[in-house]
């Protein structure tokens, strides 16, 4: 598919108007706000197409208004499966999180009071269906790919883990309002080149937690386009979170569970930073 966009940021401008734009500096993902960028028109339905027109960010926003859908991906880093000492399944675990978990870049993520116990965080990579996809082969896979974005599969791991309470199903625990921050840009694929070579950091507080690369995913993003479009139409706007690798608080010794107030940044190589502060709600 034609992409028109190196790295597409949506953001309020000055004058309080919502606009995608095209952030051609590599350099400026790392600090976009007061950044001019080149004005996009257009939304994810119907293309973009280039203007001639620039603005100024003030605010950036969730790169994607709505997500149609999450497809999310469980144990699927070599390392991960190692620390959670799990065997690993013949094909990709799957689950998925509702649109309402949708949240953007710098934005307070509420917590509700049952999910409070045992929060988590999951860096991954998340990659945006560009058009709709069902029976997709290996080969062709990443020619329905939109674009790459940070994303966090947050996780109240007190509804997951226990089998008498989750059942062995992961959905509900991930998927309370906000679960699902993305961002601050979608890169193109014209300057992603190859998805399985992007380097990972997650942070709490400034500490790090994970630090990996796509290299050690066990499924690729081409096999997670193809595994999950068999016999099912992936919608343009559908939004894969492709695993976590290890370091995990769960998995940490002592477990080092998400607090109220923690700062949760998560950057992929040339993504920019995804930052979130997890404030938790008061019965």
Known sequence: MEHTFERLVRFESDDGT???GDVTDASAVSNLAGATVNVLDGNLENGFSKTTRTATIKKVLSPLPAVHYFICIGLNYKKH??????????NPVMFAKPPSALAGPDEAIMIHPIAQSQLDYEGE?????GRDAKDVSEEDALDYVFGYCNSNDVSARNFQMPASVSGGQFSFCKSFDGFAPI????????????????ALVTTVNGEQRQASTTADMI???RQLIAFAS???TL???????????????????????LKDRDVVEISFDGLGTLRNIMQFQRN
């Open 18 to 20: 919502t606009l995608y």
């Open 81 to 90: 499966a190692e620390e959670a000492n799990l065997a690993i399944a013949e």
């Open 125 to 129: 990579l998340g990659v945006i269906i």
């Open 183 to 198: 961002g601050p840009i979608i890169a193109s694929p014209k300057v992603v080149a190859d998805p399985q070579a992007l």
């Open 219 to 221: 499924w690729s993003v």
């Open 230 to 232: 068999q016999g099912t």
């Open 235 to 257: 919608k343009r706007g559908t939004l894969i979170m492709t695993g976590t690798p290890s370091g995990v608080g769960l998995f940490m010794e002592p477990r080092k569970f």
